[in-house]
């Protein structure tokens, strides 16, 4: 019997898993070419280091990083240099990439190999293997994960957390990985904690993945003192300081972060990419990606090389474009991005595409009938009513004073709506304005 864990507030939509939770991982081909975002995580952008007509192999660095948070970009495909220019990002605004056509031979960059295991490199080196990897949070967040692991000397972790929860609706790459590369994973949570040096570390996942949570747990059993959980299935249980507060009662302060509270989470694809960067000298140069919704006839997940177009990603695997779509979404539906168009590429935190048949129903923005199931809902204790009515009418006096920054951007509080408000999107508005207004001051 496994304990149950769980945080207060948060919804429980339809999982709609059971197209993909029992596809194994397939390769896609290569692209004929990809386009890669220069800006793929938080923090400063890499700069340029190629030149259109340059010839470059896999793995080749084609942006170095221009400070400690920040990281390098490889090129996913062997050929040539196209462009350096202003593409369509997946955020819908234009930004530099860099623009390769593929030689579709896939010729490798010569990996940096060390003999010996891990256990022989010290922690700093570890971490310059991570960020020479271009390595970053690869479940959304895109922060880069030698930063993350490099807490400051005075917040020392204790408890590190592998977060297998994937919680978001449709999405099951992490579950495959769980279930397909589950040695392997279970090595790079060991890097982690030498990194670390943390005393407690916890496995979870949600309820959801039996399957998961067997697999792991008989693996555990050799292998150590690491933890297996399960967590109630709700959303946005795959939060960090949700999952904190579930699993160790801790909770992360206002504006604070998990290491403030000894604790630091990594989900299961971060953690699989830190263990190749280490034992093979690979670096990020690809995504395993569900594939999933109404208008996908051949459901999956799939493993894509890193600015590929998602309309390419669609014809390998459907043939055609389905007749029948209505919208697309990078990400699952209560976190991801409505995509502008299908011409835009997979990136870092590329961890599905969901395809919506049309038509899809659009909720109409009413009024606020002060209910009070948003503040039921919200995982991090706000009032997102007030926040959306603040932000709406530009009180950003008012949107701090509530802590709008404490926003996790969950969606749990639109979807329970029953007046349909644009809940998240006004509350993002406030958000971003105060960030910037905040950043203003700050120079």
């Known amino acids: 019997m496994f304990k149950e864990a769980t945080f207060k507030g948060g919804v429980h939509p339809p999982e709609s898993k059971a197209a993909t939770s029992d596809k194994p991982i397939k390769t896609l081909g290569l692209p ?26 896999v793995g080749s660095v084609i942006a170095k990083p221009t400070g400690f948070v920040s990281v390098p970009l490889h090129s996913s495909v062997s ?26 031979e896939d ?33 959304g967040a895109a922060f880069p994960t030698h930063v993350k692991l490099s807490p400051p000397a005075g917040k020392p972790i204790d408890t590190f957390i592998l977060n297998g929860a994937e919680c978001e609706p449709y999405l ?46 008989k693996l555990c059993r050799k292998e150590g003192n690491f933890e297996v959980l399960g967590l109630k299935t709700k959303y946005p249980q795959g939060g960090e300081k949700q999952l904190i507060e579930a699993l160790t009662g801790r909770e992360v302060p206002s504006g604070g972060l998990p290491m403030d509270v000894g604790c630091l989470v990594q989900n299961v694809s971060t ?33 894509v090389r890193l600015g590929t177009m998602v309309e390419e990603v669609i014809k390998q695997v459907e043939g055609e474009m389905p007749g029948n779509l209505g919208k697309a979404i990078m990400g699952g539906p209560m976190m991801g991005i409505a995509l502008p168009s299908l011409d835009v590429p997979v990136i870092k935190g590329t961890n599905g595409l969901v395809l919506l048949s049309d038509p899809v ?32 009418n530009e009180r950003w006096d008012k949107c701090r004073e509530y802590s709008v920054k404490d926003c996790i951007e969950c969606g749990a509080c639109g ?10 999107q006004l509350i993002r508005y406030g958000k971003y304005t105060v960030i910037s207004e905040d950043q203003k001051k700050n120079k």
């Open 32 to 57: 004929d070419n990809v386009i890669l975002p220069l800006q793929q995580h938080i923090g400063a952008p890499p700069e340029v280091t190629i030149e259109p007509g340059d010839k470059v192999k």
């Open 79 to 104: 050929g040539e240099v196209k462009s350096i220019s202003d593409q369509i990002h997946p955020t819908g605004v234009r930004m530099q990439a860099v623009t390769i056509e593929s030689d579709g």
């Open 107 to 139: 010729t490798w960059e010569e990996l940096k190999i060390e003999s010996g295991t891990h256990n022989e490199l010290s922690v700093d080196e570890l971490k310059q293997k991570i960020q020479d990897a271009g390595i970053v949070g690869l479940g």
């Open 172 to 217: 099951t790459a992490d579950h495959r990985q769980m279930l397909e590369r589950k040695k392997e994973l279970i090595e790079g949570v060991k890097m982690i904690v030498r990194i670390l040096g943390n005393e407690r570390t916890i496995i979870a996942i949600e309820r959801n993945k039996p399957d998961a949570i067997e697999t792991l747990e």
């Open 271 to 303: 953690v699989l990419a830190v263990y190749e960067a280490v034992t093979e000298g690979r670096p990020l140069i690809e995504k395993v990606v569900t594939l999933t919704g109404s208008a996908v006839a051949n459901p999956g997940n799939y493993k």
């Open 361 to 392: 129903p659009v909720a109409i923005h009413q009024p606020c009938i002060r209910c009070g199931s948003c503040v039921d809902t919200c995982p991090v204790r706000l009032i997102p009513c007030e926040l959306a009515l603040f932000a709406e």
């Open 415 to 424: 979807y329970l709506c029953p007046a349909g408000r644009n809940l998240v």
